[in-house]
């Protein structure tokens, strides 16, 4: 029975002693197979025991039954510098009432739920289990210090291969200007970090935790044009250069063309009843159709926009100019092409786009960059996105360093997020 159980149970080393059962619990005495331990203080092996110390932690289930572990973490004396130690258990972190793998069997129901269901899923916060309650740690029953007991083995995440970095920034709760850091390393397309304000300090500091080494070794930022990030790109990052992404070029043009449709649309309100009907109609809710790509419209879009062309000239002017921008980023052979093109652009574009043509002309030097190396933050798009579906199912998260695990183990766990 104990050799069965001590191999059902299948921690390396480690065997059952004896095994009781309560109810739907399965209490299993285990201790380690060696007769001996390392000496943290000097590394020394020693054999000599000093003391039996038992205590509870919550492992993996078996079948219907809950596992308790009771667990002897023996103490040593080491002979050679007289100190007493406990020995160290691979299985579970000092002072958690819980395993590890019994961490990461909760963590991961969590990535694709809440905490509070899985918490209730688990018995975790049932009734039931209310007679362990006083037996084991509290800290047995609490998900959160799972979560942590699994980032701690999993953070900080390996960084040797970060080239080229993305910094964005997202905000998670509209509207309340509230805005969080994201950083991206573009070429696995995973997230790296999280930072909780967009203070430079609090940014610089976060990179420098990474270390000179990582720092130095990456080639290219790239980053948006809130003219938050290039300076400190360029005393964080020394031999990088610095790029701005063309997606967040276009983000720029698309808010100017919407604000013009927005405009047009007010405008139309003071047309005499007969026109202002026409017109209206036509600009109202149909700010996509405006700013998709005109080769991916539906008939009934493209239907849509001839009707907007009709009713205003300027928005007319506008979507062509939008058009062409983007073809100057996807036709463009090589770096004078682009270069010449945008310039074209910019002299065209000047009276229609007045606030994206002085943006652009500012960052010119970071946005052709583009034309030589091609990086987009397409990447960073999309981990914005997943990151704002992670904080709505995030019920339970109340902290952002809470948020920040969950969001870091959902790139770097190998969980994908259901739903
Ligand atoms: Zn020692």
Redesign the pocket.
Known sequence: MKRILTQLLNLPDVVVESSLKEGSVLILSVSKKVKSAV?P????K?EHLHQNQNYLVKDLPMGDKEVILNLNRRRFK?K????T?SERLDFVGMKKGFTHRYAEYIVKQVISSNVSNVAENNGLSDEEVKVFRGKLPPESFNVNSMIEDVAQNLLPIDMSNLRRLGIDEISLVKGQGKFIVVLVDIDTGKLIGLVKERKQIVIENFMKMWGKEILEKIEEVSIDMTGNYKNLVEKVCPNALVTVDRFHVTKVIHQELNEARIEEKKTALELNIELREKAFDSLKGNKFTLLKAENKLTYKQKDKLDKIREASPLLKIMHSLKEEFHDIFDKSEDLGEGILWLLDWLDKAEPYYQKSVKTIERWFGEIIGYFERKTTNGVVEGINNKLKLIKRSGFGFRNFRNFEIRALLSWHYNINLAR
């Open positions: 000496c203080h000097c590394g020394t020693s080491c050679k510098c007289r100190k130690f």
